[in-house]
Nanobody, 126 residues
Framework: VQLVESGGGLVQAGGSLRLSCAAS????????MGWFRQAPGQEREFVAA????????LYADSVKGRFTISRDNGKNTVYLQMNSLKPEDTAVYYC????????????????????WGQGTQVTVSS
């Protein structure tokens, strides 16, 4: 599956952005989907994940209550709505796909994901 992120940009602290990740190639609905981010000089870290059915969602503590992950299997797209952005949210954001037999299972570990997008830059100014 090929993944293409979009929606990144420059925003002031307190602002919002909505990232999209469009998938093509194989049936989107067979993948659990995740968002990760990587700031300069830091490891890539988990942000959010959603199961195949959308029934299970996990967030990193640092974004809980501010970010919302969702998916539209009809459009082969996963979204990340980011509100109340902070300068520490500045990073390259990546979406990833994890092939899963289980409709309601998600993982947060980077190595579990099979496919990755190229990333989109999010910069939050103070």
């Amino acid at each position: 599956v090929q993944l293409v992120e979009s929606g990144g940009g420059l925003v002031q602290a307190g602002g919002s952005l909505r990232l999209s990740c469009a998938a093509s190639g194989r049936t989107f609905a067979i993948y659990a989907m995740g968002w990760f981010r990587q700031a300069p000089g830091q490891e890539r870290e988990f942000v959010a994940a959603i199961s195949r059915s959308g029934g299970t969602i996990l967030y990193a503590d640092s974004v809980k209550g501010r970010f919302t992950i969702s998916r539209d299997n009809g459009k082969n797209t996963v979204y990340l709505q980011m509100n109340s952005l902070k300068p520490e949210d500045t990073a390259v954001y990546y979406c990833a796909a994890d092939f899963s037999y289980n409709l309601d299972f998600v993982v947060t570990t980077r190595r579990s994901y099979d496919y990755w997008g190229q990333g989109t830059q999010v910069t939050v100014s103070s």
